[in-house]
Each structure stands twice: as structure tokens, then as C-alpha cells.
């Protein structure tokens, strides 16, 4: 059974630009929700897709966006970069069907720096 | 609206001594009650959760928390910490059906 893996985990980008990133559910796990963990604080929902929809978001402007695939994998994409989007980004996978269970398996982040 | 107060940011415990890291929550409806632990350089981890029933749960790792209702505390306690415990430890509060949320987290040094 292989894990959350997220991609990359590492990046640098300036203000302005656009990133991707990418996450692969656990096996089983069709649900998929993203956090973002600014330095000192705890992760904060940005969004949750299942079945390739977005079911439920956070207080994140329109900036944030993402996909799911059929294959249960995410992508979260930031336009427009600010400074503060400098964080670790979290992908978190769960069986729930689509409900918020609160049983979450997460990868290990990517980690953006805006420079 | 729900959240969630972690009352200490860091918590310095001697190896073999026990600990007990502080949580508070508010909340108009019921919840599901978590505790997460997040290793240097990884991705969060499920330590515990309290859905409903026995007010006492256990964990992994030797870790337990006690839910009470009255006090809306969720304190996290271990009897015996060893330097392995060192981690980020993060709270956690759901509304059923509804997105989690976290609170900023309590780093646990374990001193030799």
C-alpha cells in the first residue's frame, strides 16, 4: 500500500508567477483535501475534490485552484504569487466518500518559498 | 464557527518524565476531536481521535487524551516520553461532516 506523495519538494518561484503542485493519494482513498502551514502555525484547509469536484473550501481567494483526476491524484495551482503564499503545502488523502471524516493521511508537504 | 487553542507553543520535558500538552476547543455543535504528530521534515500523522463513546482514548505511541465536555479540553498526556516523542503536536477539532481545523501546534522537546 503506497502512501501520500506529493511533488515537488522543494521550490523557489517569485511574486507573480504561477506554480503546480502535485499529490497522489493513498491507495484507496478517493477523497483528497490541501492545506497550506505558514512557518509557526498550524495547516489551514484550502480545499477538498472528490470525484473530480471541488466539495468544500477554505478562506483562500480564487488564486488557489485545483484538479482532480480519475485516478484520485490532485493538483493544486497558485497564480499570481505573493509573498505570504510562502509556506508548506500539505496534501492530505482519506476513504471518506467525500465527507469530512477527520482521518487524514498526509504527504510529507512541498515547500514553497516566494521570493 | 469552531476552534481550537493549543495553550502551550513549546513544551521542554526531561526523557522518562511524563507530559501533558494542553487543548482547548469552542464549538455551538458537536465534534470529533483529534490529535495529530508531525516529525521533523514530514507530513502530519494521526496520533488519536475521539469520535463518541469512552471519554478516555488511546493512541499510538504510548500517547492517550481524555475528552471533557464541561472544561471543552482534549489534553494530551503520555507517562513516559522518550527523545523519539520530539515532534510538532497539533490539536485538531471537526464538526461532523465538516472541514477540519488545526489548532497552531505545541513543539515537545524532550531534554536528555
Known amino acids: 500500500e503506497t502512501g501520500v506523495t506529493q511533488s515537488p519538494t522543494h521550490l523557489i518561484k517569485t511574486r507573480g508567477q504561477q506554480v503546480t503542485l502535485r499529490c497522489s493519494s493513498q491507495s484507496g482513498h478517493n477523497t483528497v483535501s490541501w492545506y497550506q502551514q505558514a512557518l509557526g502555525q498550524g495547516p489551514q484547509f484550502i480545499f477538498q475534490?472528490?470525484?473530480?469536484?471541488?466539495?468544500g473550501r477554505g478562506n483562500f481567494p480564487p488564486r488557489f485552484s485545483g484538479l482532480q483526476f480519475p485516478n484520485y491524484s490532485s493538483e493544486l495551482n497558485v497564480n499570481a504569487l505573493e509573498l505570504d503564499d510562502s509556506a508548506l503545502y500539505l496534501c492530505a488523502s482519506e476513504p471518506g466518500q467525500g465527507h469530512h471524516t477527520g482521518e487524514l493521511f498526509f504527504g510529507e508537504g512541498s515547500r514553497l518559498t516566494v521570493l | 464557527a469552531q476552534s481550537v487553542t493549543q495553550l502551550d507553543s513549546q513544551v521542554p520535558v526531561f526523557e522518562e518524565a511524563p507530559v501533558e500538552l494542553r487543548c482547548n476547543y469552542s464549538s455551538s455543535v458537536s465534534v470529533y476531536l483529534f490529535w495529530y504528530v508531525q516529525y521533523p521534515n514530514q507530513g502530519l500523522q494521526l496520533l488519536l481521535k475521539?469520535?463518541?463513546?469512552?471519554?478516555l482514548v488511546k493512541g499510538i505511541n504510548g500517547f492517550e487524551a481524555e475528552f471533557n465536555k464541561s472544561q471543552t479540553s482534549f489534553h494530551l498526556r503520555k507517562p513516559s516520553v522518550h527523545i523519539s516523542d520530539t515532534a510538532e503536536y497539533f490539536c485538531a477539532v471537526s464538526p461532523r461532516d465538516d472541514k477540519i481545523i488545526f489548532g497552531k501546534g505545541t513543539r515537545l522537546h524532550i531534554l536528555p
Open positions: 475521539y469520535l463518541s463513546g469512552s471519554t
Open positions: 475534490y472528490y470525484r473530480e469536484e471541488e466539495n
